[in-house]
């Protein structure tokens, strides 16, 4: 499956932004697609993933409650909103998609096989 992120720019501190992962190949019902992002001098952290089938969702802890996942099944493509951005939410966002993976796992980035290129959020303060 081949990833294509976008969505990403510039937004001030309490703003929000929705970034979208357009997914194309292999069927994408197979797939729990996922949100890391990478901030720099920083390790690739989770932010959130979902379940493609049946839409089972898990979230970083520091991010519940500002960020929701969700995806279009006919659209093949999986968004992440951004709610209340702060400037430490900057960083390169990435989509990564994977399959068969338990549910204890859906955080874990080597679960993921399938990449996309990133998209860069900054938030100004």
Do not use: H
Request: charged share 20%.
């Amino acid at each position: 499956v081949q990833l294509q992120a976008s969505g990403g720019g510039l937004v001030q501190a309490g703003g929000s932004l929705r970034l979208s992962c357009a997914a194309s190949g292999r069927s994408f019902r197979d797939y729990a697609v996922a949100w890391f992002r990478q901030a720099p001098g920083r390790e690739r952290e989770f932010v959130a993933s979902i379940r493609v089938q049946g839409g089972t969702t898990v979230y970083a802890d520091s991010l519940k409650g500002r960020v929701i996942i969700s995806r279009d099944i006919a659209k093949t493509t999986a968004y992440l909103q951004m709610n209340s951005l702060k400037p430490e939410d900057t960083a390169v966002y990435y989509c990564a998609a994977g399959a068969r993976i338990i549910y204890s796992n859906l955080g874990v980035i080597s679960s993921y096989k399938y990449w996309g290129q990133g998209t860069k959020v900054t938030v100004s303060s």
